[in-house]
Nanobody
């Protein structure tokens, strides 16, 4: 499975962007997918995740983006989006999408990069003040 992230760009504070993460390869049935971001000189940090547990879907967002960012899955099952509204300069980072394919993670594991066994290449989001 390969993940391809896209949709980044240069925007002004208060603007919106929608990032996409498309999967290709063999049949794609992840147990969870997430967006992380990494700003220059900082560690990769959790942004948002979706977890499938039987017929239920849970979404989880970092406190710093709650109410502004929303993770969702498209009608095409192999695509996950991150809708980002009211962007702030501190949201500037490379955004990565990840997928959990081999195990069903517990919720607390969603916040950790080591949980994810497939990553996209990242897309740069730059927010100017």
């Amino acid at each position: 499975v390969q993940l391809q992230a896209s949709g980044g760009g240069l925007v002004q504070a208060g603007d919106s962007l929608r990032l996409s993460c498309a999967a290709s390869g063999r049949t794609f049935r992840p147990n969870a997918m997430a967006w992380f971001r990494q700003a220059p000189g900082k560690e990769r940090e959790f942004v948002a995740a979706m977890r499938w547990n039987g017929g239920n879907v849970g979404t989880y967002h970092a406190g710093s983006v709650k109410g502004r960012f929303t993770i969702s899955r498209g009608n095409v099952e192999n695509t996950v989006y991150l809708q980002m509204n009211n962007l702030k300069p501190e949201d500037t980072a490379v955004y990565y999408c990840g997928a959990v394919l081999r195990v069903r993670p517990i919720v607390s594991a969603l916040y950790t990069t080591s949980t994810y066994d497939s990553w996209g290449q990242g897309t740069l989001v730059t927010v100017s003040s």
